[in-house]
């Protein structure tokens, strides 16, 4: 399941993998306890932005960030 979320701190939890995308960089959040599925669809998701410059993204890596 994809959905949008606010931009915003409280919206993360630690089971879940979120996106942010601006226009020079594309931001993924793998929660700590997220599984092997969900980061996946993350980085799935991540390379078809990052390929087709979705959402005005123009970003060419994505930056990576792990919840301890």
Avoid: W
């Avoid at 959905?3 to 993998?17: D, G, I, K």
């Avoid at 993350?42 to 078809?48: D, F, I, N």
């Amino acid at each position: 399941q994809t959905r949008l979320v606010a931009p915003h701190f409280s919206s993360l939890n630690s089971y879940e993998t979120f996106l942010l995308i601006t226009p020079n960089t594309l931001y993924q959040f793998n929660g700590k306890h997220a599984s092997v599925l969900k980061k996946s669809k993350g980085t799935e998701l991540v390379t078809a932005i990052t390929i087709a410059r979705e959402f005005k993204c123009m970003a060419d890596k994505v930056k990576l960030i792990l919840a301890n």
